[in-house]
């Protein structure tokens, strides 16, 4: 995988079509082996907004970029609770975690979560099939930690929520809540976590999480990894990303990600890809029909898919 490096702020240019450039930071999270960026630029768009260009010609099979999830939690106990690792066999049960390291970068956080008792949030979740009050979870005992912000994911896209997914939020908070607060945490320390704090951040994970699904080291043909991908069974966890959250939708896209080993990404090319060209991954099962993916688009991402695709009825 290379270098690891961890809290990188990198510089993306940032620019809308006709008007003069600006500069901002995004604070990803990625994997390289060499220093320099990747060949992509973030630009706001007038069909879009924020989308991703190609800065050179990017070749079929290539590695744009990797990325480090902002937040992630695993769904099954056979993975390592830090980075979604598959654990050996003979890993202990009492120790959830793939390595030492993965057990040093996540002790901070760990250690708040392991404070508090999760019986009542937990069974409320899992009973209703929630999956991403989880991220939530987990991102609340980081920012009481001091390892992430509490406004992390402000930059994401929220979804629109109806009144009847706010009124199941507030019960998912208030269960939440009361769990730390009964862990005795100080209450400067989740003066952040505030009704509005919930919803605003579970507003942007339901549009903004990838179900990780582990290739387990070997790839081969990228378009026989998207097949498989998307046809597995089971995930390993969900996990919330900066930069790859601003890749958009294509029925027939030009980009996949993929997970080898872990939840670290890796975003890849499926064809070769022109300097200028937008870069697009496919937010669900690229192979079901196009009345059933443009209701699945439309109720889980609420845009009307009008890819070239769609509007030729494949």
Known sequence: MGVVALA????????????????????????????????????????????????????????????????????????????????????????????????????????????????????????????????????????????????????????????????????????????????LIADEHIAFLTKQWYINVLARIRINAFRIELAGGLYGDLLSQAVASVEAEAAVGNAVYILPSFYNHECDPNAHIVWIDNADAKLKALRDIDEGEELRICYIDASLDRDVRRELLLRGFGFQCNCSRCLHGD
């Not at 009492?94 to 993965?102: A, D, G, I, N, Y």
């Not at 508090?116 to 991102?139: E, H, I, M, Q, S």
Request: hydrophobic share 40%.
């Open 8 to 183: 990188l702020s990198h510089r993306i240019m940032v620019s809308r079509f006709f008007t003069k450039p600006f500069t901002f930071h995004i604070f990803s999270f990625y994997s390289s082996s060499s220093s320099s960026p990747p060949p992509i630029r973030v630009a706001l768009t007038d069909y879009a907004g924020r989308a991703v260009f190609a800065t050179r010609p990017i070749a079929a099979g290539d590695t744009i970029h990797t990325a480090k999830p902002a937040v992630c939690h695993p769904a099954t106990n056979t993975v390592c609770y830090s980075c979604l690792a598959t654990l050996p066999n003979s890993q202990p049960q009492r120790l959830p975690f793939c390595s030492q390291l993965c057990h040093q970068t996540s002790k901070a956080y760990y250690d708040v979560e392991m404070k508090a008792n999760w019986v009542a949030f937990d069974d409320y979740c899992r009973t209703r099939g929630l999956k991403y009050p989880f991220l939530v979870k987990r991102l609340a005992c980081m920012v009481i930690s001091g390892v992430a912000r509490s406004d992390s994911l402000d930059i994401l896209q929220p979804a629109n929520l109806m009144h009847e997914m706010v009124l199941e939020m507030e019960e998912e908070f208030a269960l939440l809540r009361n769990a730390l607060t009964k862990a």
